[in-house]
């Protein structure tokens, strides 16, 4: 079965700069990657995905990209703000496979 | 309505207690999921149904009964459990099975004496 690996399991980072949450799938057949961010207490919510097809998927400050032949994808955040810190869960599904697998988590926290 | 909802929001059981977990979205999606998850890791899955009907069990005990009754509803039935099932329990939906992003509710929190 698919396999994902997620690094770092801790982030800080100062308020402004950037940050970057790296992931390796082991499944060269899965072709979804989600991203979601669960803040303290709350859901599990979906920031950005990114499909096989394209290698970069941007939305305002938030941006994934992806590796398929060294089958790794990663979160950027710029300008990171305090409402950025929470964990972060990363994943991998093959097409018309049901089951996501996630990622261990980055718990990211912003330093104002 | 754009949200999947979850009740109750905590529940408290004993051991030997009968409980319900409920979940309802009306997106029109055809697939609903049960999650459980633990303090510190990532979402676990338990149980998928797709159009009504159960698709995957990931070898979850039987004390966790899942439910479909209708393409909106989903319920998780609870029975005899133990302290570490204490745990958040997530539903999730997606539109289409196996290839549309799946939607997570806001959970319950269940503490298991």
């Known amino acids: 079965g698919e396999n994902v690996e997620q690094h770092p399991s801790t982030l800080s980072v100062q308020e402004g700069d950037s940050a970057v949450i790296k992931c390796t799938y082991s499944?060269?057949?899965?072709?979804?990657f989600p991203w979601y961010k669960q803040e303290l207490g709350k859901r599990p919510q979906l920031i950005i995905d990114i499909r096989s097809n394209v290698g970069e998927k941007k939305d305002q400050r938030i941006a994934v990209t992806l590796n398929k032949t060294a089958k790794h994808f990663s979160l950027h955040i710029t300008e990171t703000q305090p409402e950025d810190s929470a964990v972060y869960f990363c994943?991998?599904?093959?097409?018309?496979?049901?089951?996501?697998?996630f990622g261990t988590g980055t718990r990211l926290t912003i330093i104002p | 309505d754009t949200e999947v909802t979850q009740t109750p929001k905590h529940l408290v059981m004993g051991m030997t207690n009968k409980k319900s977990l409920k979940c309802e979205q009306h997106m029109g999606h055809r697939a609903m999921y049960w999650y459980k998850q633990k303090a510190k890791k990532p979402p676990e899955l338990m149980f998928v149904y797709s159009y009504e009907k159960l698709s995957i069990n990931e070898s979850v005990p039987s004390r966790f009964s899942p439910e479909c009754p209708n393409s909106s509803l989903l319920n998780l039935h609870l029975h005899a459990l133990q302290p570490e099932d204490s745990a958040l329990y997530l539903c999730?939906?997606?539109?289409?099975?196996?290839?549309?992003?799946?939607?997570f509710g806001p959970g319950t929190r269940l503490t298991v004496l």
């Open positions: 994943a991998a599904r093959n097409f018309g496979n049901e089951k996501l697998t």
């Open positions: 999730a939906s997606s539109q289409v099975p196996g290839t549309d992003t799946q939607y």
């Open positions: 499944d060269s057949a899965s072709n979804y």
